[in-house]
């Protein structure tokens, strides 16, 4: 069965793209790695033509409050039900939040979308607190090779493993301690460090106070 891995995200193969790690991550090792497509600066009506020469289709995605990226949904909007049984839709999930009980809604979602594709629902694979993986490759590489466990067992089975599914997926929700600690982190600054790291290296640290929509 073949298959194509679709990159959801708005920065496509950049440096910076957490989603474009994840999706190399995921094929490197494979006897036949898969072919990595991202929607960014793409023909989506094209694209979404030659995925119907796919049996599967996984689209690596990131997710913003809740929301997966608008070229996404575009590329959704393209796509036609498939009149071929046996295909299927799979996605795998990085977000910034660190319980991915963040990403039921959406997983929701795909499991209709799949349905209304007529493809058989491969899966959603979810990570959180993934956002400063392109920042800091060194701390997140058991969850790379995680992932990387993901492609190669995806390759023999045409499943995403489900323990190591289960194992991403940590944890699903925060406890009473783990709010408390980050609560104390927020209270005390350090949980700006990354983010304002983003903000002076886009010249915009000196407006991170505006409020542009007040009035």
Known sequence: MNTIIINGSP??????????????EFVRGMKMPC??????????????????????????????I?????????????LRPSSIQGKSLGFIIQAGFIETA????????????AKQLNYNYLGTVSKGEAAAIY???????????????????????H???QKI?????????????????FQFFCDIGLNNLGWHRVLKQ??????RLDRPFLY
């Open 11 to 24: 920065k496509g193969d950049a440096q910076n793209s957490n989603t474009r790690i994840i999706c190399e």
């Open 35 to 64: 072919e990595i497509k991202c929607i960014a600066n793409s023909n989506l009506e094209k694209l979404a033509h030659h995925v119907e020469n796919y049996d599967t289709v996984i689209i690596i995605l990131p997710l913003y």
């Open 66 to 78: 809740h929301a997966m990226p608008g070229i996404l949904m575009k590329f959704i909007e393209h």
């Open 102 to 113: 963040q990403e039921k809604y959406v997983e929701r979602y795909f499991t209709s979308l």
């Open 135 to 157: 920042m800091f490759p060194k701390m997140f590489k058991k969850v790379l090779k995680k992932i990387n466990e993901l492609g190669k067992i995806y390759e023999q089975t």
């Open 159 to 161: 499943t995403f493993d």
């Open 165 to 181: 599914a289960q194992e991403l997926g940590k944890p699903y929700e925060l406890t009473k301690f783990q709010t408390w600690v």
């Open 202 to 207: 886009n010249n915009a640290f000196d407006k």
